[in-house]
């Protein structure tokens, strides 16, 4: 599965995200909660002190005219399941061993609704960096794909934040 799926169970829409990645689950735990190495992935730099429940820490946009978001580490069970805030959003990882070795990482992220196009468009760049492999899409063709999905259930999509480089 490569495209995102739209969930609908609770308040808000869920954008849900799953890949087979080689490694094991300790070595991709580590690329998805060392502040170092999401750098090569995730959409922003993270400053905490130490991952834990309950623990704050900071969403730096770094190269973007778009302040730091503050973010709270909700669910903290290594190596199999983190869940924290992004501002407003909520986002989960979970890990566990997929059948013949490696990894099954389930990406989810609870959103506004008028968001869900965007952030679609940009986990599906943010995973492919994880998995070190080129879409032929760029942001803004997912960003209409999404849209063209999306809109009939959501109603209208926003594009990027004002300062925001797609």
């Known amino acids: 599965m490569s495209e995102a799926t739209l969930l609908r ?8 995200f799953e890949r087979l990645l080689p ?17 090569s992935w995730f959409p922003t730099r993270i400053e905490i002190d130490e991952w834990k429940v309950g623990a704050s820490f900071t969403h730096h946009f770094d190269n973007q005219d778009f302040g730091p978001l503050p973010g709270k580490v909700l669910v903290w069970e290594p190596p199999h399941r983190v869940t924290f805030t992004w501002g407003e959003d909520t986002i989960s990882f979970e890990l ?14 609870e959103l506004s609704a008028n968001h869900a196009a965007r952030n679609a468009a940009g986990w599906e760049e943010c995973l492919n960096n994880l998995l070190k492999q080129a879409s032929g899409a760029t942001w803004q063709e997912r960003f209409a794909h999404y849209t063209e999905a999306f809109e009939p259930v959501l109603g209208p999509q926003d594009g990027p934040p004002a300062g925001v480089k797609p």
């Open 96 to 109: 566990s061993p997929a059948e013949g070795g490696g990894t099954r990482f389930v990406l989810t992220e």
């Open 9 to 16: 169970t609770g308040a808000r829409p869920v954008l849900r």
């Open 23 to 39: 490694q094991p689950v300790e070595t991709v735990w580590t690329a998805v909660t060392d502040p170092g190495e999401m750098r």
